[in-house]
T-cell receptor, first 113, second 113 residues
Framework: GEDVEQSLFLSVREGDSSVINCTYTDSSSTYLYWYKQEPGAGLQLLTYIFSNMDMKQDQRLTVLLNKKDKHLSLRIADTQTGDSAIYFC?????????????FGTGTRLTIIP | EADIYQTPRYLVIGTGKKITLECSQTMGHDKMYWYQQDPGMELHLIHYSYGVNSTEKGDLSSESTVSRIRTEHFPLTLESARPSHTSQYLCASLRSGVSTEAFFGQGTRLTVV
């Protein structure tokens, strides 16, 4: 079955880059997502990447995908205090109409002033 | 901008009451999901639907039930609420296809006293 894993905590100094990592199970056809959740709020979709891509960049966010190692990372450049949140990696496995969206445990990002 | 809405945002209710959490989306998405999340914890899939009249149980056993009579609505019902049901409930939707983005509602924070 699908399994998505993340480290639970990450602390980064303001202005530095944050790199949040995720590993996922083997799937031939998969979308991989990064979501941000602030305290008491729902999940905000940050970005996503299809499994046939290696990299996607969107302003301060860079997603890198290593298909061989089944490893996904999210890099946040110039980390700000507003980036403090829990970041979830999620995997969507495509099938014959039975797609299931599976989440990792979430990584709590703390910004050090 | 995601057009998926959950009501109510917050609910405090007594033990034994019947409650329905609403989830609506105006994006025409066929797939919808309910997740349960305890504070600061990972998301657990409790129900999902592939379309009208389709409902499936998720990975985490739940005493709640769901229905999908219309594409836009995916309500979740607890026939008799208990304190163990206290949690945050998040609804999500997506449309499978070339570009698959999954969007979340703001969540319903349920407290059963």
């Amino acid at each position: 079955g699908e399994d998505v894993e993340q480290s639970l905590f990450l602390s980064v100094r303001e202005g530095d880059s944050s790199v949040i990592n995720c590993t996922y199970t083997d799937s031939s056809s998969t979308y991989l997502y990064w979501y941000k959740q602030e305290p008491g709020a729902g999940l905000q979709l940050l970005t996503y990447i299809f499994s046939n891509m290696d990299m996607k960049q969107d302003q301060r966010l860079t997603v890198l995908l290593n298909k061989k190692d089944k490893h996904l990372s999210l890099r946040i450049a110039d980390t700000q205090t507003g980036d403090s949140a829990i970041y979830f990696c999620a995997e969507l496995v495509l099938g014959f109409g039975n797609e299931k969206l599976t989440f990792g445990t979430g990584t709590r990002l703390t910004i050090i002033p | 901008e995601a057009d998926i809405y959950q009501t109510p945002r917050y609910l405090v209710i007594g033990t034994g009451k019947k409650i329905t959490l609403e989830c609506s989306q105006t994006m025409g998405h066929d797939k919808m999901y309910w997740y349960q999340q305890d504070p600061g914890m990972e998301l657990h899939l409790i129900h999902y639907s592939y379309g009208v009249n389709s409902t499936e149980k998720g990975d985490l056993s739940s005493e709640s039930t769901v229905s999908r009579i219309r594409t836009e609505h995916f309500p979740l019902t607890l026939e008799s609420a208990r304190p163990s049901h206290t949690s945050q409930y998040l609804c999500a939707s997506l449309r499978s296809g070339v570009s698959t983005e999954a969007f979340f509602g703001q969540g319903t924070r349920l407290t059963v006293v």
